[in-house]
Structure formats: C-alpha cells, structure tokens
C-alpha cells in the first residue's frame, strides 16, 4: 500500500483544469497566419513546394483541410507565413478552414448552422464511435488521449463507446479508403439518430497527402452533411476537445 | 562461386547499380535462398517483385544478423510464366511474401499451404478477390463455433477482422484479415514527383511510428544520393527514435492495465507517456515527431534548452515508470491475466518470423539497431533486451526493461551530441539521385524492424518503392499466440503486440 500511496503522491494532479486556454509549447503547429502584404512571387514559391497543396496558388491562402502542417512554406517564407500555436481550429463551415493573407481572426463555429437537436439533445452527454478508415493510428491515438487522465473529456459527458448502437454519432479518422467503404456506411447507420458527424484530421477532411489515391474512396463523405471539421496531422486532443465544446456549446 | 549468386551490402550503404545485380535461374535463387535461411542468423528483409513492363523481376534480401550484411539475390520471370516452386514450403516465414507477390501480381506458387489475400490493394491482380470473400478457414462440426470481430473494434483504434473458431470458451484458431486501412501507399510513393511529399507520406505510412519509418525513408534517399548524415544528425535522429519507443512502450503499458483493470497502473502511465510526447512536441512541434526526419538534414536541430528538457523528462519518467512497473508486475491479480497466457513459442517466433519485440519476448535476437547498426548505432553498441517465456507478461516486462534501456541511450547520445555539435544543415529535398540503382534502409522502430527499399530509373526517378513494417511479420505470431486461450484473453494478448493495421495494409 505504501508504495502505490507513493505513485499516486508522485503521479500528482494531472488533470487539465481549463480546457479553453491550456498553453501548449510554442512549436506547435496550428492556426496558420499570412501576412497580407505575400507578393506573388513568394505564393507560387510555397504553393509549388507544399506537398498537399493546401496553399491557394493564386491568393496565398492555406486551407488547413489539407494542410499536412509540415511547417515548409512558414521555413522559407519566415516573417510571412508562420503557424501560431492556436490548437482552436475546428469549424462547421469546411470554407471556414481556408486561412486568407492578412486575416488573423480565430477560427470559430458558425452557430446559425449548428442544428437545434445537437445542442438539445447532446449538450450533457455525447457518445461517439470512432471509425478509423484508412487512419494512420495518430489521430486515433489523440481521440483516444482525449479520454486520458490529463485530457478527461469525459468530465463534460463526453466519450468514446464501443458500439455504434450506444452512440450519438460518428469521427471519423483517415482518407476513407476504398476497402473500409462499406463497413464506414453500416457503422453509421447503425447509429440511432439524430446524430452527427465529425472528421478529425486532414486525411478524414481531404484526403490529405494521399487525396487522389484510387485506394480511397470518399463517396460517404460527399454524400453526408459534416457537423464538424477538425483539421490537425494529427487531430491535438486540444482541438478536438474545443470543436466539440463549441458545437455542443459548453 | 557463391559470390556470383549474390551481391553484398550493408545497411545504409550507398545505392548498387541494379546492373551488378546478378539474376539467377529461378532453381539456383530457390536453393541459395533456402539454403541461407535453414541458419537462423539470417533472415529475409523483403522478397518482392517489380514489374518491369516486359518481365517481372524479383528481389530478395537476406540478412546476416552475425556478419552485419545484407545479400541480395535475385531472378526474372516472363508474363507469362509457369507457376513457381513455393519457397514457403521449406521456409514458412517466406508466406507473406509469396502471398504479397501473388496478389499483386497474380504469380502462383506451388506448395504454398495459406496462398490467401493479403490487403487486397486497389491493383490487384484478381479483381474478384474481394473484401466480402476472404477464403477463411473452417472447421466442420457441430461443437464448435465461430465469432466474428471487426473491422471496427470496441476501441478508438484501426480496422481489421479477426475470426476466430472456438470451442466453447476456447480459441481453436484465429485467423486475421487485414486490407481495410490499404490506401495504396508504395504506388503514392513512386509516383509522388515531389521528394517532401515522400517525406510526409513516410510519417504517416503508420503515424504511432512516425519517427521509425520517417528515418527508413530519409536514410534509403540518403543512400540513392550517395551522402552521408553528420554525426550531430545521426545522433539527433537515434534521440527521436529512442524516444517514440519510450512513448509507445508506457502507452502499452498503460493500455495492458487497463485490458487487466488495474487503474493506479494505467493512468500513471498515460500520464508518462504525455510527457515524453510533450517533449517530442517541444522540439519539434509535433507529439508524433512529425516534420522531423528528413533526408539530408534537420528543420528542428537539437538545441541545449531542449537536450536539457529531455534529459530532465527522462530522470523523472524513467523513475517513475520503473516505480510503477516494479508494482504492476508484482501483483498476483496482474500476473494472473498476463503469465502463461498467449503464449509464442521460440519456434512459433522463428517460423512466422518474428521480428522486433515480438521476436526478443521468444528469446530470439532480432534487433536491428545491434545486428545492422544505423546512423549513430555504429558508433554505440546497445545490449537488446531478451526475454524467454513469449507470454503477455514477457512482452510487458521486456516494454519495461527497454524504456530503461532506451533511457540510458538517450542519455549517452545526448552526452555525445554535446561533443560533436556542428553547423544544422537544412534537409535537401533536391537530391540527384543515382539513376538505375537499388538502395535499402533498415531502422529498428519500436515494434522491430523497419525496411524500405527504391528502385530507380535510367533518369534517377524513383520507379519502385517499397515498405515493410514488422506487423506484417507479427500478425501471424498474435493468430498463434491466442490458440487454446480463452477468448476472452483475446483483447490483453492483441494489446501486448500492438501491431499495426496500416503499416500492414500500405
């Protein structure tokens, strides 16, 4: 006894207490920033080098849908582009994830397209299922952090379930591959409604760096409603948590 | 005579022209190769086949784990073809190449006993192989019966079927269909032009490895462009890879407390494991170390504030760690659910060809990091950790005793790159690389033994790539692993492999 009394008293209090302002380290890669004065020059420099070609060839701006955050264009281009360490970047809007030059405003949920039920009906308590389809095993492992004993989303009732017959909706992870298709579709209708769907990360978003492959096959994606967008590679436990407290409200 | 079978190399060579490549008959490659693998001190890194619009031509590549090389055989083989001699018949570790090699390419084999789907990728040869038609195993009788799992799983984590025959509360046979996470990743790589596009789908082949196969790729384009790492870098990269294996061996842990419902165990460790990722993402900004392995040089150089932060995270993690692992392991309601259960034998471990961790709980030595040391590893000489007994208690202990290994390396090589620190230089992702050449990169990721190997044309363009992850090796040993347990043993004995479904399925 004595020694667990010894762990726990080293192991302390790990719990986030304020999930809307935890500071995380400066390298973190999340809402990017364009200066507004980005010449055409430096636009096709970094549009031609960006490996996701996330960056907007004739504007400059950087849809974080696709974005890889790699960091390349922010490393050539320092002082015009850089990646602040603002982990708030899911939106409702897929447009909203597109970051303009010279625009510096947070990314935020429109509430007039949050449906009335979500907030009803899930604001206590939301299950979700996770469906990876083609996941790197990242952004699973970070949705699954989001339950963790620093993370504890669950304090606010929500949390991942084992059955889709339990929950309240589905997040999906990876660039839907072709293979995973048909299971993606059973799993979501498996779900009582009303429900909603999330896609953490940019593979789940677009594809990522492997849109285009004819491995994947997206037809779920165009053909549902999306409730909520998390860009990240991976998803940061951060982003998921705040996306999901936006839509439900909290 | 023998040497003109066979060219040698070592890990991390420069590239060979494939021209010095001898191609035998396919009976001398079948005799050589065989005969190479009834020794146990070598084993195949990868066996596949390219497609070279007029002929198939085949590489095989076997290591020496004693002398520390690596032989490459290989033989042609028109369209058109006669089915070939299994190799898996005399070697059953060669079972997932030939399968591999059959489905995409629609190859036969003859004597191949289990010539069934791998991943069914999107180019297979056999269009009517299909997800919802996997040949399982059946056994006919009216006491057994079968339970089906998957693709999705109770868990937040990636998609796969297992399908197990029971008998009663008993697992008579599992067997594993895989393919549902294929989103065709060797293709993206040979026809991706851009050399950071590589780099990115090299880091997300299997994201919990990030730093594992991100190093494969940066050293195997290293190798085709002929340039040799600096020592600062090398020893950097062997930092980020120590780490990862930190990071995921107290992950395992504290998910192999929670499949035994033992609570103080699993959230400390959670805990552990999101500091050490923390201080990944303060170097690199990224808690996968994505964005930091790149061939020719660094975005994120080792600087003293960070090596100073590591040094002080690991003191305290490998304190901690080994206090609560010093409980876990003592207590009879863990070892209860852990000792003698999942069992892989040491011959199981060598047939299946076991690699990495998988291996090492057996008793076998497959490390490559001591056998075909890489960047800084040929300088430093690390003592692998061997356990015996192949249960699920092995494969915890030995997460254990290598966190504490890994702790002390890390200590070492940051006492090292003190010493050497240089100029950084920036990754190049402009390399000339050496044209009609074949190039091999072996790292050791946490899960064991990684390989990537490039083909390039008359113009240096890379025309082939290919991947392996150990998962592909270490699926089988979990199918064995579960034969006579309880079913309901099933979740702790797939939780102490933690293999990977996409590094699998590509």
């Known amino acids: 006894m004595i020694k667990e009394i010894k762990i726990l008293s080293d192991h302390g209090r790990q719990y986030i207490a304020d999930l809307r302002h935890q500071p995380v380290a400066q390298r973190f890669r999340g809402r990017p920033v364009i200066a507004a004065g980005i010449e055409a020059e430096e636009i096709s420099k970094v549009s031609a080098l960006c490996p996701v070609s996330a960056i907007d060839g004739r504007t400059g701006a950087i849809d974080m849908g696709r974005c890889a955050f790699c960091n390349e264009c922010a490393l050539i281009l320092p002082g015009t582009i850089s990646f602040t360490n603002d982990y708030r970047i899911a939106a409702n809007r897929r447009e909203h994830l597109v970051v303009n030059p010279g625009v510096e405003k947070p990314v935020r949920l429109d509430d007039q397209m949050i449906r009335k039920e979500i907030k009803h009906y899930f604001r206590r308590s939301l299950k979700l299922r996770q469906v990876s389809a083609g996941g790197d095993n990242s952004c699973e492992m970070e949705l699954g952090a989001t339950g963790n004993v620093n993370f504890d989303f669950g304090r606010y009732g929500v949390e991942f379930v084992a059955s889709p017959r339990h929950s309240d909706g589905i997040v999906i992870t990876g660039p839907v591959t072709e293979n995973m298709a048909e299971a993606l579709e059973i799993c979501y209708d498996a779900v009582p409604s009303p429900k909603i769907i999330v896609l953490a990360g940019t593979d789940a978003i677009s594809g990522g760096i492997f849109a285009g492959s004819p491995a994947l096959n997206r037809s779920f994606i165009d053909n549902h409603t999306i409730d909520l967008y998390v860009p990240g590679n991976p998803v940061h436990p951060l982003s998921f948590i705040n996306g999901i407290m936006d839509l439900l409200g909290l | ?506």
């Open chain 2, 1 to 506: 005579m023998s040497n003109q079978r066979y060219i040698e190399v070592r890990n991390g060579s420069p590239a060979i022209p494939v021209g010095e490549i001898p191609v035998l008959s396919y009976d001398l490659f079948h005799e050589e190769v065989c005969g190479l693998l009834k020794s146990e001190a070598n084993h195949c890194l990868s066996y596949h086949c390219v497609d070279l619009q007029s002929v198939y031509r085949f590489f095989c590549f076997i290591a020496d784990d004693a002398a520390g090389t690596i032989r490459i055989l290989s033989h042609e083989m028109k369209k058109d073809g006669a089915p070939l001699r299994s190799l898996t018949e005399v070697i059953p570790s060669m079972h997932i190449f030939e399968r591999e090699i059959h489905e995409s390419h629609g190859i036969g084999f003859t004597g191949h006993p289990w010539l069934k789907p791998v991943r069914y990728p999107h180019d297979r040869a056999d269009r009517s192989s299909a997800m919802d038609n996997y040949p399982f195993y059946e056994i006919e009788s009216e006491e057994l019966h079968e339970v089906g799992v998957g693709p999705i799983h109770a868990g937040v984590i990636e998609p796969g079927h297992f399908r197990f025959i029971c008998n009663g509360e008993k697992v008579l046979h599992l067997e594993i269909q895989l393919g549902y996470q294929h989103r065709g990743t060797e293709k993206l790589m040979a026809e991706k032009e851009g050399a950071l596009q590589r780099c990115i789908i090299a880091e997300n082949i299997a994201g919990d490895t990030a730093a594992g196969h991100g190093l494969a790729h940066a050293q195997l384009i290293e190798s085709l462009a002929s340039v040799e790492p600096d020592e600062a870098l090398q020893i950097e990269r062997c930092i980020a890879l120590e780490m990862e294996r930190i990071a995921v061996h107290i992950g395992d842990t504290a998910a192999l407390c929670g499949d035994v419902a033992y609570q103080l165990g699993q959230v400390t460790c959670e805990a552990l494991r999101t500091m050490v990722i923390n201080t990944t993402q303060l170097w690199c900004g990224n808690r996968f170390s994505k964005g930091l392995m790149r061939p020719g040089g660094t975005n994120y150089p080792l600087t003293e504030e960070i090596s100073g932060e590591i040094l002080k995270i690991m003191a305290e993690v490998e304190k901690r760690f080994s206090d609560v692992t010093g409980l876990i392991y003592t207590l009879p309601s863990v070892l209860g659910r852990m000792e003698d259960i999942g069992t892989v034998t040491r011959q199981q471990a060598a047939e299946t060809g076991a690699l990495g961790m998988a291996a090492r709980t057996c008793g076998i030595m497959r490390d490559i990091r001591k056998t075909h040391p890489f960047q800084y590893f040929r300088k430093y000489e690390i003592t692998p950790v061997i356990q015996e007994q192949g249960d699920v208690l092995a494969r915890g202990t030995l997460r254990a005793q290598e966190v504490k290994e890994s702790v002390k390396i890390i200590r070492h090589l940051l006492h090292e790159w003190k010493e050497t620190r240089g100029t950084a230089k920036k990754p190049v992702y402009d390399y000339r690389l050496q044209p009609e050449s074949l190039a091999i990169s072996v790292t050791e990721g946490w899960r064991g033994e990684i390989c990537h190997i490039a083909l390039t044309d008359s113009s240096g363009k890379i025309i082939h790539y290919k991947i392996k992850d150990p998962s592909v090796h270490n699926w089988m040993s979990l199918a064995l692993a579960v034969r006579n347990q309880e079913i309901s043993d099933f979740p702790v004995c797939n939780k102490s492999f933690n293999l990977s479904y996409c590094g699998h399925d590509l």
